[in-house]
Every structure is written in C-alpha cells, then in structure tokens.
C-alpha cells in the first residue's frame, strides 16, 4: 500500500494503521494506561468536561496555596526557584561567561581529518553512526559526525547526537526508526547551537554506519521501505533512520548545567527546510502550511469590511520576500478558549489582535466576557460541545490561545476526585482545537504544578497532543512579574507553531526588581502603583473600603509587587497593606492587571477575577507574537497604521494617571510595553553539514513569602535527571 497523496492527520492515521505503522506503546505500563486513556476520549460526544462552578474550588485554591511550601523540596527538581526578596549587592554588567570546555576547538597536537575507516566502513562529515547508549542524553545512540579528530589518544568523532523517539518519554510519536537531534545549549555560550551541543565519541563506542535521512517533510515521507525487510528487529537493525526533530536543553549558563541544575527551558522543533543539508529530502514552509491549513494571509486573517478573507495559498516564487504595507483595518485573528471573564481577550486585543471566537462554560464570566467583547462570537458552551459541533469546519485563527482548568494537577489536589476524568478530558480538548482552528501560532498556559514528578505521564501526553500535528512547542515557568504582572504569579507558558511556520522565541523580560542601564527593563510594577490608579471617591460597587470588615493584622510594604498569588477565592493571606481591611473587588482586579473601568457581571466576581491571565502579561506576550508575524510576513506599518485596538493601558480605556489620580510619590509609572521583537535572534542552525487616603488601599505582599521560579522542565526529561529510565512513583 503506498502514502496517501493527502499527507492530513486522518489520512495518515487510516494508512499507518492498515499498513502496520502504528505507533509504538510505552513499554511503561503506567504510561501506556494514561496513554490509553487519551485515544479512547475520541469516541467521547456528549462527555463534559469541567463545572466551573463547583464550590469545592475556593477549598482548592486554599489548599494548593497553603501546600506550595510542603511541596517545594519537589517543585524544585524541575524548577528554580528564586527568593525575590533577599538583600543583595547591586547587580553589575558580567562579561559574556567563557563557554564551557565541551568541544573545546582543535588545536595542535591535535588535529582533524577528512576520514577514517573503521571495521571496513568510512566514517567522514556528514555520516550518521550508531553508538552505544547514552542515558544521560534520552538513551541518544546515533552520532551526525561534524569532525574527526586524531589525539595522542586515539581518534574522537566530534558531533549531533540523536535518540529514537520513543526514548523521549511519550512527548513525540514512538514511529519506527524515527530519531531526533538531542541537543543542550547554554544561553552564556555565545557559539552556534550545533557547535556547542556537539559531543565526543571515542571509536570503542561505534558500533556501524547507519543511512539517516534529515528531512523537514512530514511523515511518513521517506521512511524506511515496507516489505523488504525480514522482520522488526532487521528494520531496527539495517532500516534507514528519519530525522525530522530536535529536542533543544536550554540553560541559563555553563555553570547550571555542569552542577546539575535543571534546564531554563524545553523545545521540541521540526527541523526547518534551511537545516536539510540535501534538496531532495527538503520541502518548502509555505508547502507546509498549505497542506495543513491552506495557506495564510499575510498580515492577518481579520480586515475590515470583509466578512471573509480567503486564506492565500502560497506559491514557490520570490513574491514572498517582498515587504508590503498591512491593508487598512487588517489585524491577526486569536481564538481564545477557556477565555473567563476575558483577561487574557483584553491583553491581545490592547497588543493589536482580533479577537473572533471565544468559548467558556462559567456564565458569570460569559456575561462579563460579553459585555466588553460585542464583536466577539462568544459560545457559552462546554469545550466538548464546541468541538463537536467544530468538527469539519473551516474557521482557522493566526493565533489560538489556551487556559485550561488546573485543579486536577494543582498541589492541592491529593485524592482521588470525581472530576478527575473531566480534568483529564480538558488536555485532550486541546488538541482536538489545535485540529479543528489550526492556528498559526498557539500559547498555553497553565498551573506549573503539572511538571511534579507524579504528573510527568500526563504533560508529555499534552505535549505529543501537539506534535502529533507537527506542531513545535517550548515551554517554561515564567514569573509573571517579569512581562509586567504586578502580583506574584508562577505559570507554565507554552509557545507553539504549526508545520512550516518558524516557532518563536520567548519575550525579553520588559521588568525587573532591579534594572540595570541599557538592560531594557523596568523596575516591577508595586502594589502602591497599581492602586493609587482607582480614583478617590469613586462610584463603583467593587470598591466600598469603609463597608469592608474591619481585621487587626500586621501592615507591610507596599512598594513591592504583592507578594501572593490571587486565587479564585483571593488568595491565601491577601490582605490590605494597612492590615486594617482585606482588598475590595476593585483593588484584586487592578493588581490582576485589569484597567479601572472593567466591569465584572456576578455571579462569582472575584472567581472571574482569580481566575484571569492577568491582562498586562497578555499584552507583553502577544505585541512580541503579532510582531515576529509581521517580520516573517514581511508586513511593515508606520506607527500610525497600527491598529486602534493596540495601544496604552491608560489610554481609553483606563484613566490618566497624571490627571485623574493622586500621587501618592514622585516616581512615574511606565505605561508603555517596550519593543519586543526586535532583538537580534542566534542563528539556530544545526544540521547544515553541507551548507493613602481615606480609602486606605492596602494590600499583602509580605516580602518573606515572596518566590520566583524560573523555567523549568520535567525532571525525568532533564539530561542530569534520572534519566530516560529512571523510574517515576505514581501517587
């Protein structure tokens, strides 16, 4: 039976099933059970997935705050964390770090040669070769040869190594003689990836050449032949090798990753056409995404007065390169699922998007949502329920953002629930949208607690959700106050982009507790910043201070960034500064990041407010999205021809801090979001062989409590971890 010529998800999935390539199970059982349990939600039709109602959340949310500091000898196996607080000397400008002496250049007495035979077979640049195991790189047993090199000591292949996928633990398709570039990459080193990932081998550990073809086209595209091999292990054996991934390690600097510390960041990528070293294995990005989601609009898929733009089928010519203005009132297109009262719809629509659909469950926040988004078609529906009536549609988005429920995989969560099947069914909804709106570009976020240990199974199945599409995904911890967040907020933020679009990097951080001159950060917005921006006297039914229960608790600084996680329920310990009264609706939702004037429709007002992606974050991330877009369309535009919706958070739809608002000190607050996507990006190449007041608005941020945790990537998933074979206790 040969390839189908419509290479879609279903195509591909009929004939890999009658023609025997399958995919392989999990040779854990407790793996392969969870596994199971995803392929067998597709049948699911009528199944809800979460109540975002229950009562049992406030319980939750308490819980999981006041269960962190138990917790935190675990979080910290495939966290960093940081005590934002501590004293410390000023931070001073540090030379670039020298790189780390792995692949050390060649210098005499040693030296390189052109190739060497070995048991009768030449090895020479460009030869792939199998190698014994290697656990502390996901049981990497092949070799790209990059140099020879002759020592005193014998001969050393310098070079890429590649794992098989099934060894990455469920995160990608266990196909069949299918591998992928393991790569670990320091931020301090300034060499190109494929030079400082590179690692020696001594001969002893060769054991032969193998065939590898590098391809960026999509399986099952020059996979090994079916039909002439004797059996399973003669294909493992003597079948050609596909590459077509990359796995990316990436920390902060040398000093971590030699001492063990968890990688800063993960990233599973396509390889890109510019990365096949042979024309016949490489196909084009604008091939790609034709045959994904038919093409794109340059631009964005929104323009004003058109009911609907036909998305452009991109042809092989150099029409591309060409830089054009953005049509007036032409705007990327963002779904937002899961979208609440409408926090993270705010953020994109001030960075510049369009928002189309958006899609929840909780009325309260439906009716908030609709309130502040008339021109959003917005489904008050259960996820399953949109999919379902989705199916078959041809309603695709340039940008697609996610915020699943998290209370399964909260710390919080110990026992057993009844919910557990419905939370679990919530990851499988995301990949089911990922199909129906094929967006160019996704964002998740979510709880960090689903990278404890116990729920390693779970996210690696969320993450070959996505890559199951050919989908490129990264992923880390971000603190929150870093992209402008004035409250203390830890999220696993994940990025990803569809075949043949280029996977973005991570916004810089636009804050800083202390900015340095010429670093581009400012300082973290505080608690007094945040609220001196209610007006006195204002009329709104969020905000009665006087009306509050009085409480006696100790007062605390507010020229910090609160120092507490807003919950559903507030948050555990969140009270005014003053330590007199607890936060108004009002004062929760301005340091949530949500302008003045943003009304919230009960019931459940302060649920919808601790539940937001808080709106100030949103912007930072997706003014840096919307404008990788714009340089990889080619699509430039005068400051005025942005679009209206983009613009300052005073502007419009908040109030002039400077005209309506007391000082209550002499600093300025930053209205502006820096430039994000401007920077210089490395050039990632590896495979390229060949070529105060009588409102007393107080808050909690007690600075001893206050915690930054940096990126992070599952612990079973981390080189310095267990390893790839490492066992992984299942509560």
């Excluded at 077979?121 to 049981?139: D, F, I, N, S, Y």
């Excluded at 507790?513 to 400012?522: A, C, F, I, N, S």
Aim: include cysteine; aromatic fraction near 8%.
């Amino acid at each position: 039976m040969s390839p189908p010529q419509d290479p879609s998800p279903e195509a591909l999935e009929a004939y890999s099933y009658e023609d025997g390539w399958e995919e392989e199970q999990s040779a854990d059982s407790a793996q392969a059970a969870i596994e199971r349990r995803f392929q067998e939600m597709r049948s699911r039709s009528g199944h809800a997935t979460i109540d975002l109602t229950e009562t049992k959340c406030d319980e939750v949310d308490d819980t999981e705050c006041e269960n962190e500091e138990a917790l935190e000898a675990d979080i910290a196996q495939v966290i960093e964390v940081i005590d934002l607080t501590a004293k410390r000397a000023p931070r001073k400008h540090r030379l670039p770090r020298q790189p780390s002496r792995r692949n050390s250049p060649i210098s005499l007495p040693i030296r390189t040669i052109e190739s060497y035979t070995y048991n009768g077979e030449e090895l020479k640049r460009g030869v792939t070769a199998e190698t014994l195991p290697m656990p502390e790189l996901c049981q990497a047993s092949f070799l790209l040869v990059q140099l020879i090199v002759q020592t005193d000591s014998g001969i050393l292949l310098r070079g890429l190594p590649l794992t098989r996928t099934r060894n990455l633990r469920g995160q990608l398709q266990r196909l069949r003689n299918e591998v992928a570039f393991i790569l670990r990459v320091d931020q301090d080193d300034t060499r190109p990836e494929e030079e400082q990932a590179a690692i020696d081998i001594p001969l002893d550990r060769i054991r032969k050449v193998r065939i590898c073809n590098i391809t960026n086209k999509i399986f099952p595209e020059h996979r090994f032949p079916s039909g002439i091999y004797n059996d399973t292990k003669d294909i493992e054996e003597r079948g050609a090798l596909t590459c077509r991934w990359k796995c990316r390690f990436i920390w902060s600097d040398a000093h971590r990753r030699t001492f063990g510390a968890p990688s800063a960041e993960f990233v599973i990528a396509r390889v890109t056409a510019k990365e096949v070293p042979k024309d016949r294995f490489r196909t084009s990005d604008s091939c790609l995404m034709n045959i994904w989601r038919g093409g794109k609009v340059r631009g964005g898929a929104f323009v004003l007065g058109e009911s609907d733009t036909v998305l452009t089928v991109d042809v092989e010519d150099e029409s591309q390169d060409v830089w054009m203005h953005r049509r007036a009132g032409q705007q990327y297109t963002l779904a937002d699922m899961f979208c609440g009262a409408g926090g993270a719809s705010y953020g994109a629509r001030t960075a510049g998007l369009r928002i189309t659909l958006s899609c929840d469950n909780a009325y309260g926040a439906c009716s908030t949502y609709g309130l502040h988004f008339p021109e959003t078609d917005l489904r008050c529906w259960d996820m399953y329920e949109l999919i379902i009536k989705m199916r078959g549609s041809r309603y695709h988005v340039d940008f697609l953002h996610l915020s699943p429920p998290c209370q399964y995989w909260s710390p919080a969560h110990t026992t057993p629930g009844i919910n557990d099947d419905a939370n679990i069914a919530i990851l499988f909804s995301c990949h089911e949208l990922i199909k129906i709106l094929r967006p160019r570009v996704f964002t998740l976020e979510q709880t960090f607690g689903i990278l404890h240990p116990k729920f390693e199974y779970y996210f690696n199945a969320l993450v070959h959700g996505f890559t199951q599409y050919n989908y490129s995904v990264r992923w880390k911890v971000v603190n929150l106050l870093s992209w402008g967040a004035p409250s203390q907020r830890q999220r696993l933020i994940m990025i990803g982009s569809c075949p043949g679009e280029e996977l973005p990097p991570y916004p810089v951080a636009t804050h800083s507790r202390e900015p340095v001159p010429g670093d581009g950060t400012k300082p973290y917005r505080t608690v007094r910043d945040m609220l001196r921006k209610i007006p006195r006297g204002i009329e709104d039914e969020l905000h009665d201070p006087r009306s509050m229960k009085r409480i006696d608790k100790e007062a605390w600084d507010p020229d910090v960034p609160l120092g507490r996680t807003i919950t559903c329920n507030g948050g555990v310990g969140n009270y005014h500064y003053r330590g007199r009264r607890g936060f108004t609706l009002r004062e929760y939702a301005t340091l949530q990041g949500f302008p003045v004037n943003y009304q919230f429709v009960r019931p459940e007002q302060k649920r919808q407010i601790g539940n937001a992606f808080p709106p100030l974050v949103v912007e930072a991330l997706y003014k840096h999205l919307r404008r990788w877009l714009e340089q990889k369309d080619h699509i430039y535009a005068d400051e005025d021809e942005l679009s209206e919706s983009e613009g300052d958070y005073s502007t419009g739809s908040e109030l002039d801090l400077d005209s309506d608002v007391e000082y209550i000190e002499s600093r300025e607050i930053e209205n502006e979001v820096e430039y994000l996507g401007g920077r210089k990006l490395r050039n990632n190449s590896i495979v390229s062989i060949d070529s105060s007041d009588s409102n007393e608005m107080d808050i909690d941020a007690r600075s001893e409590d206050v915690h930054s945790l940096g990126a992070c990537v599952d612990a079973a998933q981390s080189p310095s971890g267990a390893g790839p074979n490492g066992p992984i206790e299942l509560d």
